[in-house]
């Protein structure tokens, strides 16, 4: 644990960090009705921060919460752990429901090694898994998204595939120091110093910093290294994330998106968009406000393509950062280019 975490002051913490502190110090009991309001990500993302939280000096409580000073000032040290999360959970939600939190808690402290693992390509996870054992591939496949775990299982040698389908089938609660040697692993030979990159890793990383470029700019250095390496052009757009990916978004993760993101945003992306872009986001929205956008979007003037661009962007922006989070998934797989409206 950092001392930035142990010893800190009221204006350091993160939103999920205050929330965390608070529950912590009311408890179950008064405490339940609040939990029992947040959705699932918002219970993962509040476990999160107080996994992580570590020991709150009394006086940094009491300027985090001036409207209990009083009772607050009394408790001196706060600290927050995975376990008291844990305790807390148990008091209110089913037993299923608070290992499964927990699971994702304690998976994601620290190194985050499954979110970040989001953003592996199934060939380099494949490459990697390849030699492993069948119950730690099923492991690793259980931990990651549908989409990408099908494409690393499909890439995996056929003798070895047929041998994890059934571990994953089969699969109960993995102990916790096994699950650590998995991650740590993982750590090591994706994330873990700049020599160990794979090649994937290149390409991944620079398709992120094409996605940052507005368009024509994207356009021309696209244009240009396609000139002198088209291999290398093409899988940078094959790993790039656009705005036509964000069609390929669950209902859920769409109606997210569309929470976080101001509905002139919205509007100003959608009047340069696609008939199928469109009717995805009028489809994900509710009868009255898809008819209150459709009327802001046949009143609106003539709008500038780099204004579509930039609040384009501005959409993908917010997917991201909500992907970071684990609020949404988000595939930049260009495998199947067919969108179910």
């Known amino acids: 644990m950092s001392a930035a975490l142990q010893r800190q002051d009221a204006p350091a913490l993160t939103g999920p960090q205050r929330a965390a502190a608070l529950l912590i110090l009311l408890g179950d009991e008064h405490g339940a009705g609040i939990w029992s309001q947040f959705s699932e990500a918002e219970i993962r993302k509040v476990c999160m921060a107080m996994a992580e939280l570590g020991a709150i000096p009394g006086e940094t409580v009491h300027r985090l919460m001036q409207d209990f000073a009083a009772e607050i000032g009394a408790t001196g040290t706060l600290t927050g752990s995975a376990e008291r999360a844990e305790e807390l959970l148990a008091k209110i939600f089913p037993p299923e429901r608070v290992a499964a939190v927990m699971a994702d808690v304690r998976g994601s402290s620290g190194r ?18 390849k030699d492993e054992y069948a119950q730690t591939v099923a492991v690793v ?11 690393v299982l499909a890439l995996l040698p056929d003798r070895l595939a047929a041998e ?7 699969l109960g609660e993995v102990r916790a120091d096994a699950l650590e040697r998995i991650e740590d692993a993982l750590d090591r030979h994706f994330f873990s110093g ?15 910093r094409f996605n940052a470029f507005d368009r024509p700019t994207e356009a021309r250095f696209l244009a240009a290294l396609e000139h002198s390496d088209r291999d ?20 859920a993760g769409c109606q997210t998106l569309l929470r976080s993101v101001d509905k002139d945003v919205l509007a100003r992306a959608l009047k340069g968009a696609s008939e199928a872009a469109r009717a995805f986001f009028f489809a994900n929205m509710s ?3 898809a008819k209150n956008l ?16 930039e ?16 609020e949404i998934r988000i595939s930049k797989s260009r495998a199947d280019d067919e969108v179910v409206l």
Do not use: C, N
Not at 112 to 129: E, K, Y
Not at 194 to 208: Q, V
Not at 294 to 303: F, K, N, R, S, T
Not at 311 to 326: C, D, F, I, N, Y
């Open 112 to 129: 985050q090694v499954w979110r970040r693992l989001a953003h592996v390509g199934p060939d380099a996870l494949a490459a990697f898994l």
């Open 141 to 151: 496949l259980s931990r990651i998204g549908p989409d990408q775990g099908g494409r």
């Open 164 to 170: 994890v389908v059934p571990r994953m089938l089969g």
């Open 194 to 208: 700049g020599s160990r990159k794979s090649e994937h890793d290149r390409y991944e990383l620079m398709a992120d």
């Open 232 to 251: 290398a052009a093409q899988r940078i757009r094959e790993k790039m994330f656009t705005f036509e990916d964000l069609l390929k978004l669950d209902p």
């Open 287 to 289: 009868t009255r406000a």
């Open 294 to 309: 459709q009327d802001d979007l046949e009143a609106m003037g003539p709008v500038r393509m780099r204004e579509v661009d």
């Open 311 to 326: 609040a384009q962007s501005r959409l993908v922006s917010a997917a991201k950062a909500l992907a970071e989070t684990g």
